[in-house]
């Protein structure tokens, strides 16, 4: 395989950043539809993004487990993680992507669970119930929301080191992610 696709020891391949930053920008609009579902419910600009919510978070889903799938292929490639700091770096992001994995699942959950029908891209997916499984929507409710909120916190502490490791510690980590590295 084009070495440029595979992830290596200065920084990360074509496939690596391609859904990385994909995945970024379904989560920016999750944020963004987050917020103004909880500060402006029942607006146009709400109902816009908050429309597209429950399938962004399938298509995160989907995305967090090829994601997962690529980095296990690309383990003993990828930029080494020896430091105390990187190890909890590495830590963080283990967390960061169980959490895309639980967020939307208890989010499916929620959904069997209820009255109503369930779709994602305009494709039902499964119909409602007749009567709601009370634990079903009340895990969603409970755990959903604040899970998300929890992801969006971490995911801004790791912006937030990456910014420091590279313009306050010199260490070119943004470039592992935007350029790939110095071997392309």
Not at 131 to 136: A, D, G, L
Not at 147 to 165: K, Q
Request: charged share 15%.
């Amino acid at each position: 395989m084009d070495t440029r696709m595979m992830d290596h020891e200065y920084g990360y391949g074509l496939v690596s950043r391609f859904f990385h930053w994909l995945m970024a920008l379904l989560l920016l609009w999750q944020v963004i539809s987050a917020a103004l579902h909880l500060f402006f419910d029942d607006t146009p600009v709400t109902d816009f993004f908050f429309g597209f919510h429950f399938s962004n978070g399938v298509l995160l889903l989907c995305l967090t487990l090829l994601r997962g799938i690529w980095g296990l292929i690309n383990l003993s490639h990828r930029p080494p993680h020896g430091r105390g700091i990187e190890r909890l770096a590495a830590l963080g992001h283990v967390l960061i992507h169980l959490l895309l994995i639980a967020i939307p699942s208890i989010a499916i959950i929620r959904a069997y669970g209820s009255d109503r029908p369930f779709s994602v891209f305009g494709v039902q997916v499964f119909s409602g119930r007749e009567t709601e499984i009370e634990w079903m929507t009340n895990l969603g409710g409970q755990w959903h929301g604040l899970l998300g909120w929890v992801l969006f916190a971490l995911i801004a502490g790791h912006i937030a080191m990456d910014f420091v490791h590279t313009y306050v510690w010199k260490e070119p980590l943004i470039s592992r992610m935007t350029k790939g590295s110095e071997l392309e």
